[in-house]
């Protein structure tokens, strides 16, 4: 491994580390995820994260900085970020040295959850099969810690918009027994997050995305420990 990357990872390491120890004092920043080949990952841009995060600080007491960033696969900056967040409706195409980055950030205690906004699919598993040559998105178990965070989804992920009428499944890629990327499909978490104005969900379906949007923080924060943040 080239020694910047080295450098990268340890420093990231140092991060993650302190975001995970810290009590309540938590003082990061989610991003979204920036990516070529024509997708439009700028989807749900305006209010989908900003949402999430301040149901987060209001309800399972985290600190994170309000205010979303945004950041290119390719970029060290990713490494600033213990959360990203992926969607889109169209192509997506990772170069090989965002392939790398983007694999040494999971790796090294990154969080990537990708939110299928209807049309990725047949674009991100190929790009994802790059980053992971030796692994497979697989359907999660409903007795996944993911699903018992903060908020309890004996079922699995909740149904947010209809699509294709098909059940909502919850993928995940597994490096070293610990999940790494969540891959929510036929479901639409992101829009879930949305302001009520944007797609006119009801309250009791915008609120179960962002109960289910919080387990995914509370995991990658904690690193995939089945615990309270603040417990």
Known sequence: MKIKNIFLLSLFFIVVTSFRYSGTAYSCQLA??????????????ETSVPNLIK?????????????????????????????????????????AQETENLRNYLISGG???????????????????????????????FTHPIYHQVYEYPNG???IHEHDGLPAQGFGLI???????????????????????????SQETRLKALKMGANLVNYALLGGESKHLDK
């Open 55 to 95: 149901f987060c600080n209001d309800n399972i007491h985290t600190n994170i900085n309000p205010d979303q960033g945004v950041v290119e696969v390719g970029s060290p900056d990713i490494f600033n970020y213990p959360f990203v967040h992926m969607t889109g409706h169209g192509n997506v195409v990772f170069s």
């Open 157 to 159: 992920l909740p149904k």
């Open 111 to 141: 969080f990537l959850h990708i939110s299928d906004n209807y049309g990725i699919d047949k674009f991100i598993r190929p790009q994802m099969k790059k980053v992971f040559p030796e692994l497979d998105f697989v359907e999660l178990p």
């Open 32 to 45: 979204v995820l920036k990516y070529n080949g024509g997708g439009d990952w700028y989807a749900n841009l």
């Open 175 to 201: 490096w070293e027994g610990k999940l790494v990327c969540f891959y929510d499909y036929e479901c639409d978490l992101g829009d879930g997050w949305e302001s009520p104005e944007v797609h006119h969900d």
